[in-house]
């Protein structure tokens, strides 16, 4: 059946993807320089290589007939639950579906969605849901009413956690596999942590760890609970054992404080090295690039930014296998093992958002005044400067997204996404669209995900 055929399609590509030993690219596209990051197989940043991977590959295939027998009860096409995806014709942009988010005005930026095999979570006022990258029709109602900054994922696993109902209580981390489509989710408990606190933070993931912000204390009455008698950490929690990896202490926050401990965060593996690479902010918005070894939690180094509103890096860390991107200031990569700078893309020029790294030998960026940049990965030479958009109109508030067939910049001002070409900066063609921040699908690569103040949207970019 053509459902069988476009999951398999869909679970193949995934691995595919992320095989240690890839066959040649398509003769249409440039091979990976020998040592870009690119062409390093990431072992542990979303499946393990060697024997691990084939394990995994084992595990996605069982994973096509778990996920078909639960796609084919109940409603078939229909949704599960939550509200009906956007398809019809009369709507303003090129989407597949459009789904409401019922979000906060007063929170600042939309939410960052966690994408998965062939889904993609998202949290609102009304919880926790994982939606289908192809229809947008709800996989999973709910897991719980966690807010965005208390999920996270490995790409394999959700975490959530949910506060409980009392004034106080164990925080509880919940992990659901979304892989095997384990809907059984298995809970963690870390008693001396108080999960009642407001500014808890779920980070990001890593087979089976996550790393967290927790505190322990009474919440206060402000918007985050934080308060001065109260002990703060950043931890790394083994979800599989129920067992703490490690703590770190963090500073305390004053009780009026509106800033969470952290605005981005990621985790990388590369030659047995494993970095914990962190936006920090402190309770007067001061911003900090920290790197900590994701073993023992050990500081290895750390480098303030210059930021204006930290509002607007918050979700934006760009990290490669070699490099970390700084998300404000000049266009510059920093090495990720010790923080020295690698390059910088013009002494004094203006402000600059890069996008995730590397295609091939190139990364793109958007500059104020210029528009979509490609710069060498290794020296930070200019490739090419973007031709035939209107590279004046540049927003740095949304980074290019690298895709499918090449690179898409977003144009605010026209409500236009920009297919850009990768070899001559030439823009191809466009779709309508609209959106605050894009992500491009890590199941899918022919998906693009688009967020905005009350709404989440795919897009097919092929």
Request: with cysteine; hydrophobic share 35%.
């Amino acid at each position: 059946p053509h459902t069988l055929l476009t999951h398999i399609t869909q679970r193949a590509t995934h691995v595919w993807q992320h095989q240690p030993h890839r066959p040649a690219p398509p003769q249409d596209t440039a091979p990976a320089h020998p040592e870009s990051p690119s062409a390093v197989p990431p072992r542990r940043l979303l499946l393990k290589a060697g024997t691990g991977t084939l394990a995994a590959a084992a595990l996605t295939g069982a994973g096509i007939w778990t996920w078909l027998n639960t796609s084919s009860k109940g409603n078939g096409n229909k949704p599960a639950g939550g509200p009906a995806p956007d398809v019809s014709p009369a709507k303003k942009g090129d989407w597949l579906w459009r789904v409401p988010l019922n979000t906060s005005k007063s929170v600042p930026q939309p939410p960052r969605p966690l994408s998965f095999v062939a889904s993609v979570a998202v949290s609102d006022a009304d919880g926790v849901r994982v939606l289908d990258m192809n229809r947008g029709g709800v996989e999973i109602p709910s897991l719980g009413k966690a807010p965005m900054h208390r999920c996270a994922s490995d790409e394999e696993r959700l975490y959530t956690s949910e506060a409980p109902s009392s004034g106080a209580g164990p925080l509880t981390i919940k992990v659901t596999d979304l892989v095997s489509r384990d809907l059984t989710a298995r809970s963690t408990e870390l008693k001396d942590c108080n999960g009642a606190l407001p500014g808890t933070q779920l980070l990001c993931g890593q087979e089976g760890v996550v790393y967290i912000a927790a505190g322990q204390g009474k919440p206060t009455g402000g918007a985050l609970g934080f308060g001065p008698d109260q002990k703060w950490f950043l931890m790394a929690v083994d979800t599989q054992t129920g067992k703490t990896v490690w703590r770190r202490p963090l500073p305390s926050r004053p009780v009026a404080s509106q800033r969470l401990h952290f605005l981005a965060a990621r985790v990388i593996d590369h030659e047995e090295t494993y970095h914990l690479v962190l936006l920090r902010e402190s309770p007067q918005g001061k911003v900090t690039l920290a790197v900590h070894d994701a073993r023992t939690g050990k500081l290895r180094w750390e480098q303030p930014l210059e930021v204006t509103d930290p509002d607007d890096v918050q979700g934006l860390l760009e990290v490669d296998l070699v490099h970390v991107y700084p998300p404000t200031g000049p266009l510059r990569a920093l090495a990720l093992k010790d923080g020295r700078e690698v390059w910088s893309y013009g002494v004094g020029r203006s402000r600059g958002r890069t996008g995730p790294p590397v295609i091939g030998d190139s990364l793109f960026a958007v500059e104020e005044g210029t528009g979509l940049v490609a710069l060498d990965w290794v020296t930070g030479d200019l490739v090419w400067r973007e031709t035939g958009g209107q590279s004046t109109d540049a927003d740095l508030t949304i980074p290019p997204v690298t895709g499918y067939r090449g690179v898409y910049s977003y144009d605010r001002k026209a409500g236009l996404m920009k297919v850009v070409d990768v070899a001559t900066g030439k823009v191809a063609r466009t779709y309508k669209a609209q959106g605050d921040r894009f992500y491009a699908h890590m199941g899918i690569p022919e998906r693009l995900i688009a967020v905005g103040r009350d709404f989440i949207a795919g897009y097919e970019i092929a």
